[in-house]
């Protein structure tokens, strides 16, 4: 299966010929808005995007990635598992409800534009893909490939939406950091002093590694996650 590995290219700026990128500003198509959290109502905060390359079967599109850092949201601080999480038949009821306190946006890659009037809180930093023969453990972000378990089981979904053998999109590496502004707000904690985190860095589902999968139909793309924890 082939993989992709996303290197962090180092020293910077956002210019508009990056499509892959954490933090920063997202690249949205002009209709549609950054999105704002389902359970508190506040702006989810952008933490990267990813365009899938050519060889790919989504090559052509993006997807962003989008979590809420205001508020801690404890029953959904990581994605909500369905009832059989190994060979889970993953339903569209299930979807409609999901994207309580995240949003994944797939779209044509071409139709992203910068989105000026967000107010970035993760530090820019620009995503290069590198064509390689076998994913890695220590990679921070694989695109494609296999999924590499590092609870030792499967939690590949058997369908999506009804539509069988979804692939793996992408998958992020556990223990990741993603580094804010100085300017940014701290990331919602409770189990820090005063509710806060003191670190100048957010977490995304709680350091899990993440896994995404996805399924076209009827030309529509849809998303599931899946985390594991070590």
């Known amino acids: 299966m082939k993989s ?6 180092r020293d910077c700026v956002q ?9 920063g500003k997202p690249k949205l198509p002009p209709d549609v808005d950054v999105p ?3 359970l508190c109502g506040k702006e989810l905060t952008f933490m990267f995007q990813v365009a899938f390359p050519q060889g790919h079967k989504w090559a052509g599109k993006s997807m962003a990635v989008f979590y809420c850092v205001e508020t801690w949201h404890d029953k959904y ?3 909500e598992l369905p009832q059989q999480i190994a060979d889970a038949d993953i339903s569209e009821e299930f979807l409609r409800n999901y994207e309580r306190n995240f949003r994944i946006i797939v779209f044509d890659t071409p139709l992203g534009k910068i989105v000026d009037t967000y107010q970035e809180k993760v530090a820019f930093q620009a995503l290069q893909t590198v064509p390689e023969k076998q994913a890695k453990k220590d990679w921070e972000f694989v695109i494609g490939g296999r999924p590499i378990w590092i609870m030792g089981m499967s939690e ?10 979804p692939i793996l999109l992408l998958q992020v590496k556990e ?3 993603f580094p804010t502004l100085s300017t940014a707000s701290k990331q919602a904690n409770p189990f820090a002093p005063g509710g806060k985190s003191l670190f100048s860095w957010y977490d995304l589902f ?9 399924v076209q139909s009827n030309g529509t793309e849809k998303v599931y996650i899946s985390v594991q924890r070590p």
């Not at 992709?4 to 290219?9: A, P, R």
């Not at 590949?156 to 053998?165: D, L, R, S």
């Open 4 to 9: 992709w590995k996303l290197e962090i290219v």
């Open 15 to 23: 210019i508009d010929e990056w499509d892959s990128f954490i933090g």
């Open 36 to 38: 704002k959290c389902e």
């Open 77 to 79: 601080c990581i994605p």
């Open 156 to 165: 590949k979904p058997n369908t999506i939406a009804g539509v069988e053998n």
């Open 175 to 177: 223990e990741l950091r």
């Open 206 to 214: 709680v350091s899990n590694r993440i896994y995404f999968w996805g």
